[in-house]
């Protein structure tokens, strides 16, 4: 596989966030999530049970649920709590890195069940696109104008949480390099350049966000003249029908 592939696998990877999977009831599946430090994670989940008459998979019953542990870099545990078959997590990295996000059946009808499925439906949102900004307008009372800055906020502070952890781990990683030996050439030379391409996306949506903060207020400006324009117009009409001037 060429450098290109897996730099545009690694950009699949890194966009994804919305999946499923298959299961045993009593099976544990893990996932690594990379994540700065002080940053928002909300995971809303969903199961289904497969139906071995009707061979399709059925949403699971009430009884069966799913146990969600989460646990830091440095292996703290940071969430250990027992859901429904449907449900929503949530928790906040304090400390940057590779976080494990664990989930497993509650079930312990082992027997009935034998050879049985799970189909697993997870969405992972983290930092700013784990912000329900409809419910924060409302809370905060928001006009359109200022929840959009505060989105704007949000996405500058994550890109430099972002920014601010690839820096660390880079540091870290070239610590942790041995010098010799070929073997190790490659793998450090593709991780350079994801660290590059990754920088550079960061780079590029941190520029986007200042221009569209440009226009945003380019536009502001011209809605003003122009609805000041309007109504200069405006009373000059109704004074001259009025035969004021």
Not at 49 to 76: I, N, R
Not at 84 to 110: A, K, V, W, Y
Not at 217 to 224: D, G, N, P, W, Y
Request: glycine content about 6%.
């Amino acid at each position: 596989m060429g450098l290109p592939a897996l730099l545009l696998l690694a950009l699949c990877a890194a966009g994804a966030r919305g999946l499923y999977f298959h299961i045993g009831e009593t099976e544990k599946r893990c996932f690594i999530e990379e994540i700065p430090d002080e940053t928002m994670v909300i995971g809303n989940y969903r199961t289904q049970m497969w139906d071995k008459q009707k061979e399709v998979f059925l949403p699971s019953t009430p009884g069966l649920g799913m146990h969600v542990e989460v646990k830091d870099p440095e292996g703290k545990v940071v969430l250990s709590r027992q859901y429904g078959s449907e449900g929503r997590f949530t928790f906040t990295s304090h400390t940057p890195g590779d976080h494990q996000i664990c989930l497993h059946s509650n079930s312990t009808r082992m027997t009935l069940f034998a050879g049985g499925r799970l189909r697993v439906h997870l969405d992972i949102q983290v930092g700013e696109h784990a912000n329900n900004y409809p419910e924060i307008a409302a809370k905060d009372k928001l006009t359109e104008l200022q929840l959009r800055a505060r989105q704007l906020l949000d996405q500058v502070e994550q890109i430099q949480k972002e920014q601010d952890y690839q820096r660390l781990s880079r540091i870290k990683r070239r610590d942790n390099s041995s010098p010799s030996g070929s073997s190790h050439c490659l793998p450090l030379y593709l991780g350079i350049m994801f660290e590059m391409y990754r920088e550079e996306r960061f780079r590029l949506t941190s520029e986007s966000t200042n221009q569209r903060v440009l226009w945003w207020s380019i536009a502001q400006t011209v809605i003003l003249i122009l609805t000041g324009i309007w109504q200069m117009r405006h009373l000059k009409s109704f004074f001259e029908a009025k035969k004021l001037v």
